[in-house]
C-alpha cells in the first residue's frame, strides 16, 4: 500500500494520469477525430516534457547530494 501512495504522490505519475484522462474524455465526447488526435498528441508531447524536466531536477537534486556526502566524508 506505500509503494502505491508514494507513486500517487509523484509529480510524474499524476501528471501522466492527467494526460490519460484528457485524451479519455476527447473520446468520451468524441471531439472531431482530425482535432481529437492532434490534441492528443500535444497534450501527451507536452507532459512527456515536463516529466524529463522533472526527472532532470531529481537527478541533479540526487548528485547534489551524493556530492555533498563525498565532500562530509573527506573531512
Known amino acids: 500500500m506505500t ?14 494520469l492527467v494526460a ?14 482530425a482535432m481529437a488526435n492532434d490534441l492528443a498528441d500535444k497534450i501527451v508531447t ?3 516534457i515536463v ?3 522533472i526527472a532532470a531536477e531529481d537527478v541533479a537534486a540526487k548528485l547534489k547530494n551524493t556530492e ?8
Do not use: H, N, P, W
Open 51 to 53: 516529466i524529463a524536466g
Open 3 to 16: 509503494v502505491l501512495k508514494l507513486l500517487l504522490a509523484s509529480r510524474k505519475v499524476q501528471l501522466a
Open 68 to 75: 555533498a556526502e563525498l565532500t562530509k566524508a573527506r573531512k
Open 20 to 33: 490519460i484522462a484528457a485524451v479519455v474524455l476527447m473520446k468520451v465526447f468524441k471531439l472531431d477525430e
Open 46 to 48: 507536452l507532459v512527456a
